[in-house]
């Protein structure tokens, strides 16, 4: 079946220092994985995405993330938060086998510590 | 530009009644996508639309639940029958659709259900 984890529920981290969000994902074939962010009473904002070619992605307001294909990763990070960064962030994954689905993992929530 | 709009944004109503969400996609975005969202949970897939017709609608729960799209834009989600445990966000997103799913899917802001 096909899956994606955040094993963290919450991340807190101080403004200004580096942030990392977990995420891992379990699919067959190539995956395509994505970073959304949520905030309150919002729809979901996309952040970046892999596809193929680098693995290191660069999205959306100083966010990066990095696919890492031997630990089945996709973790995202920036290297110096914001208070603006708190929100929930959500990791899906689709691939080549899955037509247009989105996996979804159930979320963790950042808080950025002024 | 005019992203992925929703109606109602909030939608109570009783055991048993019948519901109609509606989602407006981007302009020109020919696939379009119903999620579900229950509390402390991601999006789960419902349906899937490219074009008018349904490509994909593995993850409708049971058949209480339709789709449409008759013209090739507006979505409309039908919930007949309406149980406490469909309550939740119901998401809608459209993309491109030209690249499958290595399509960026952007999303509405949601249509928050509750079945009382």
């Known amino acids: 079946a096909q899956s994606v984890a955040q094993p963290e529920d919450q991340v807190n981290v101080a403004e200004g220092n580096p942030l990392t969000v977990k995420c891992t994902y379990s699919v067959s074939g190539n995956p395509y994985l994505f970073w959304y962010v949520q905030y309150p009473n919002r729809g979901l904002q996309f952040l970046l995405k892999?596809?193929?070619?680098?693995?290191l992605v660069k999205g959306s307001y100083g966010f990066e993330a990095e696919f890492n294909k031997s630990q089945t990763s996709f973790h995202l990070k920036k290297p110096s938060a914001l208070v603006s960064d708190s929100a929930l962030y959500f990791c899906?994954?689709?691939?080549?086998?899955?037509?247009?689905?989105?996996?979804f993992g159930t979320g963790t929530s950042l808080t950025v510590i002024p | 530009g005019a992203g992925v709009s929703q109606t109602p944004s909030n939608k109570v109503t009783e055991k048993g009644k019948y519901v109609e969400l509606r989602c407006d996609p981007i302009?020109?975005?020919?696939?379009l996508y119903w999620y579900r969202q229950s509390l402390g949970q991601g999006p789960e897939f419902l349906i899937y639309f490219q074009g008018t017709g349904a490509a994909d609608d593995s993850g409708l729960p049971n058949d209480r639940f339709f789709a449409v799209r008759p013209e090739g834009s507006v979505s409309t989600l039908k919930i007949q029958r309406t149980e406490r445990g469909d309550s939740a966000v119901y998401l809608c997103?459209?993309?491109?659709?030209?690249?499958?799913?290595?399509?960026?899917?952007?999303f509405g802001p949601g249509t928050r259900l509750t079945v009382l």
């Open positions: 899906a994954a689709g691939h080549s086998n899955t037509g247009n689905q989105f996996y």
């Open positions: 302009s020109g975005h020919t696939a």
């Open positions: 892999y596809i193929t070619g680098d693995n």
């Open positions: 997103a459209s993309s491109i659709g030209a690249g499958g799913s290595t399509d960026t899917q952007y």
